[in-house]
């Protein structure tokens, strides 16, 4: 039993020592941010060059994307210079028809039964830190509605709504999370 107990003690030192020198760290949010050296974040204001949308499509994109980095990260919001920069425009604001319905009348046009609205955003990411994470990209999205029980007008706000969240979520993977 005494000689187990000597071997024993030294080995799980040993296990021990291994798992304290390989320390990886975890984040519920999924980040990959080393809060050290990263400890705010600037966001200029997003302009709309797409030439559609409501009025304040912009000022709600700017806002949604501040508050989501609060949200979901411990970093700082500063008014400029923030460690990590975001910057951009609204670059695309399109209604397409994606299904069209007969009309049934041979006098009648055809129309659509879904119309799809698609969002585009460019974003300018700089890592002052690192600057090899650094990026410009464009991210998009799109939501469809049914323009036979409904018109755009009725539904703009609440697609807008659901095409800036999952646009964030893409810029949050691609600049933070590092998938």
């Known amino acids: 039993m005494k000689s187990t107990s000597k071997f024993l003690i030294p080995c799980l030192g040993l296990v021990f020592l291994l798992f304290q020198s390989c320390s990886v760290k975890y984040s519920f ?19 709309n060059d797409s030439g559609g949308g409501p009025a304040n499509m912009e000022q709600r994109f700017t806002e949604a994307i501040k508050e989501y980095y609060q949200r979901n990260t411990s970093l700082e919001l500063v008014r400029t210079n923030g460690d990590l920069q975001f910057l951009g425009a609204i670059n695309r604001y399109t209604l397409t028809p994606q299904a069209v319905v007969s009309s049934g009348d041979p006098n009648l046009p055809d129309r659509a039964g879904q119309m799809r609205l ?3 955003i460019e974003v300018e ?8 994470e ?7 999205f799109f939501q469809d509605y049914d323009p036979r029980t409904t ?10 709504d659901i095409i800036f969240e999952n646009i964030i979520q893409d810029i949050f993977t ?3 999370a590092n998938w």
């Not at 018109?151 to 807008?160: A, P």
């Open 134 to 140: 650094n990026l410009k990209r464009s991210f998009s």
């Open 118 to 120: 698609t969002i585009g």
């Open 151 to 160: 018109t755009l007008l009725d539904v703009e706000n609440e697609l807008v």
């Open 174 to 176: 691609a600049t933070v």
């Open 125 to 132: 990411y700089i890592n002052l830190s690192n600057e090899e």
């Open 29 to 47: 949010t999924g980040t990959n941010i080393n809060y050290e050296l990263v400890k705010t974040f600037s966001v200029d204001n997003f302009f």
